[in-house]
């Protein structure tokens, strides 16, 4: 590659990384940009994923009353202990083509509300838990044409409510936590270690006085193969294949409580390789409120939720909290990861916690939090929508890079009148500043040996770009389930690269590597993406495996 050429490139993807931010700075701020993509999809979206078929699929809970959409082939479901009707012809999950914006209703016929998931390595979306009849469920979802919801409906070992799953670098899903229970679990179930139940004594530790603000713990599978567990407050490192405990984190200072019902929301910081250097894990934890907020908001007072962000490097020998502020406070905002490595913070409220009507003062404006930057410059307040997102609302990625924003419902049933914050069916889609500079965005047109990567492999992604300046980086991000705040299964790969050349004119090829381990990407499927002058191109899924191609 001649020096004179528009990138900035260098051996390390760090630097690239890095390079790309000082870019940044230089352009003219763009707020983003709201569009209602469904004015009504059926469903309250309290639950979302997306498939390896660019499906997006959401579901509600069961015992909401009817929706808005029926069950498929006139079939309805019956469940005698039921909180609002013990027959229901409605369905409680949809799927969503984003391409042609069409809806398919699917059939969930035992109780899924404040369940988890994650996808398994051959694509399929796995959920697990949920209420009453579906309180042990575990129900797969194949991304495949006309597909539907297979339930198993004693598929746990225990009943799991507000748990949160985890994808190992086994290809097995742990499954941690939930409502009275302090243990943790594991799925498929094939052999008799599978259908044990471990302790786990920290979850009864953090449980909290006034509210038990430790349910849907945050969990992030760092590059060393142990899960990071944060819950409450307080934070350890879990060895679940010898079930040790290897380090307790120092306590998030600040004393705001961040999970369940105080709903701040957490992300693993990318991960960036360089095969020289053992990779850094940086965990970040955003938003929340005090301790009694939930307590206090039953009562009718709503305490201000937290302002501050905590980041710590999980990997470091002696690792400290270190705390920012953010522009706006936040309580139930979601935090989703986009193609460029930095962090959306979107939905939620200024005021009060989860739970039925014990929220106020909606934050309609996301803000950008910028992973590479230092000090102030690392939020941005981005444009706001107009419809609240509260209780029970969600945000995922989508692969051609904007974010897809739905639910909200802090009504025990499906309100549309009389209410302060009404039932939503909505989904808009956010196109984050990057998608509408009026500059061109790259496009990947070839992945070379093939969509199936083998670890620590070689191998190069061909794209077209017409941008003439800015740095070059190649990502690659698992698609998360996101719920309650937390987007489950969350991970991007900053990948190392080896050489940028220029093919022809706009024709360009990088060659890379494909990460080296299961644990810092377990397998399965993933969105790549080329990101070019901060401009990501539209992701293209690849599976990675030990198999590969
Ligand atoms: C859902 O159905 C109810 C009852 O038929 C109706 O009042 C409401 O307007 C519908 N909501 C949407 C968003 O379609």
Request: aromatic letters at 10%.
């Amino acid at each position: 590659m001649k020096t004179a050429s528009p990138f900035l490139f260098s051996r390390t993807s760090l630097f690239l990384f890095f390079s790309l931010f000082v870019f940044c700075q230089g352009g003219q701020f763009q707020p983003g940009e709201w569009k209602l993509v469904k004015k009504s999809i059926g469903i309250s979206a309290m639950h979302m994923a997306l498939l390896p078929n660019n499906k997006i699929i959401t579901f509600d809970r069961t015992d909401y009353g009817p929706s808005n959409i029926s069950l498929p082939s006139g079939r309805c479901r019956r469940d005698p202990h039921d909180q609002a009707l013990t027959t229901d012809c409605s369905a409680h999950s949809v799927e969503f083509d984003p391409a042609d914006r069409s809806i398919r209703p699917l059939t969930i016929l035992t109780d899924t509300w404040c369940s988890s998931g994650a996808l398994f390595p051959d694509g399929k979306l796995v959920q697990t838990g949920g209420f009453n009849d579906g309180d042990r469920a575990v129900r797969y979802l194949s991304p495949c044409p006309g597909c539907d919801w297979v339930e198993s409906q004693f598929g746990l070992s225990v009943r799991r409510w507000y748990s949160s799953n985890q994808l190992l670098p086994s290809g097995k899903m742990i499954i941690v936590g939930g409502r009275g229970q302090f243990n943790y679990e594991f799925i498929p179930k094939a052999s008799k270690s599978d259908i044990s139940l471990y302790d786990l004594k920290f979850l009864r530790e953090t449980r909290g006085s006034s509210a038990e603000n430790n349910l849907y713990p945050f969990l992030h599978l760092l590059p060393d193969g142990n899960l990071f567990v944060f819950a409450n407050t307080r934070s350890i490192l879990l060895d679940y294949v010898n079930h040790r405990i290897l380090r307790t984190y120092p306590e998030i200072p600040g004393g705001d409580a961040r999970n369940y019902p105080s709903c701040g929301s957490s992300a693993l910081l990318p991960l960036v390789l360089n095969s020289k250097k053992e990779t850094k894990a940086e965990i970040l934890v955003c938003g929340g409120a005090p301790p009694d907020s939930n307590a206090k908001a039953n009562s009718g007072v709503f305490m201000s939720a937290s302002k501050t962000c905590g980041r710590l490097t999980a990997t470091d020998d002696s690792p400290e909290w270190v705390m920012e502020e953010m522009p706006l406070r936040r309580v139930m905002g979601d935090m989703i990861m986009l193609p460029t490595g930095d962090i959306l913070i979107i939905n939620g409220a200024a005021k009060g916690t989860a739970g039925w009507g014990v929220a106020r003062e909606p934050v309609l404006e996301p803000v950008l939090y910028r992973t590479g930057m230092v000090g102030n410059r690392r939020f941005e307040v981005l444009r706001g929508t107009s419809i609240p997102r509260m209780y029970h609302s969600t945000a995922h990625l989508l692969p051609d890079g904007r974010v897809l924003v739905g639910g909200s419902n802090p009504n025990i049933r499906y309100d549309f009148m009389g209410v302060l914050f009404p039932t939503e069916l909505s989904l808009e889609a956010f196109s984050p500043p990057y998608l509408i500079k009026g500059s061109p965005r790259p496009t990947i047109t070839r992945i070379n040996p093939g969509l199936n990567l083998q670890y620590k492999t070689r191998f190069s992604v061909e794209f077209d770009s017409k941008k003439k300046d800015g740095g070059v980086y190649v990502t690659m991000v698992a698609p998360s389930f996101t719920t309650h705040s937390y987007a489950m299964n969350q991970r991007l790969l900053v990948l190392e690269v080896a050489g940028v050349r220029q093919v022809s004119g706009t024709h360009y090829v990088i060659d890379g590597y494909a990460p080296a381990t299961s644990a810092l990407a377990p397998p399965g499927h993933y969105l790549v993406f080329v990101v070019h002058g901060g401009v990501p191109s539209p992701g293209k899924w690849v599976h990675i495996s030990s198999g590969g191609n």
